[in-house]
């Protein structure tokens, strides 16, 4: 099974499923390459199961993310991304390189990741340094931790001593048209969706 001809729209990802012989077109309500995998995964597990590609690629429309995992909103002129629960360097990274493919300027909002042992400090820079490197043009953080990982992202990054800062600050570093990808404790998202952002 694999994946040909992928597309990343603003609500999910788009592409053709080659299975030996057969080819369908597919779609997955989530953003990123890894997504992609995983709904490979998925349709191969129908295909076990009996069902055809075709029915497992029409299967695939009906996910929905769980919690605040891969939700897009969008809000006013802006583009959000919702991926909150146990961010890990890995995660971080594919959320980089699937809000490299969006339109508009883009903005990685990341906090803290925990529980990754004596090369935290290590792990927070080097992704400060991937979302520079490829195609982030803003980067805002708040948490002990991520002071690494606005190091690493250099003069494109912004880090606010408390999360209700960041919140308050946002409305003037974000321009119409942005995607913001929000990799942050839950509690910067329900901000969010509590109405502590108000944007123009």
């Not at 497992?56 to 909150?84: H, W």
């Not at 629960?85 to 990341?110: F, H, Q, T």
């Not at 803003?138 to 912004?158: M, P, Q, T």
């Not at 119409?176 to 108000?198: P, W, Y």
Request: charge should be negative; aromatic fraction near 6%; charged fraction near 25%.
């Amino acid at each position: 099974m694999k994946a040909e001809d992928i597309k990343f729209l603003p609500d999910g990802s788009e592409f053709t499923a080659v299975c030996e012989n057969e080819s369908v077109k597919a779609f997955v309500p989530a953003v990123g390459i890894h997504n992609v995998y995983n709904a490979l995964c998925a349709m191969c597990v129908g295909k076990k199961m009996g069902f055809t590609l075709t029915e497992a690629a029409s299967a695939l429309k009906n996910f929905a993310p769980e919690g605040m995992r891969q939700n897009v909103r969008e809000v006013k002129s802006y583009t959000f991304i919702e991926d909150c629960y146990n961010a890990n360097p890995d995660s971080v990274k594919s959320g980089v390189d699937s809000l490299s493919k969006m339109d508009g300027r883009k903005v990685c909002i990341l906090g803290d990741m925990l529980e990754l042992g004596e090369e935290e400090g290590q792990m927070h820079y080097d992704c400060g340094k991937y979302a520079a490197e490829n195609g982030i043009s803003l980067v805002l953080c708040s948490g002990d931790l991520s002071k690494e990982i606005c190091r690493g992202a250099g003069d494109k990054a912004h880090w606010f001593e408390s999360r209700r800062e960041l919140i308050e600050a946002l409305p003037k570093l974000i321009n119409k048209g942005d995607s913001i990808r929000v990799r942050v404790a839950r509690s910067i998202a329900d901000m969010l969706s509590a109405g502590g952002l108000h944007v123009t």
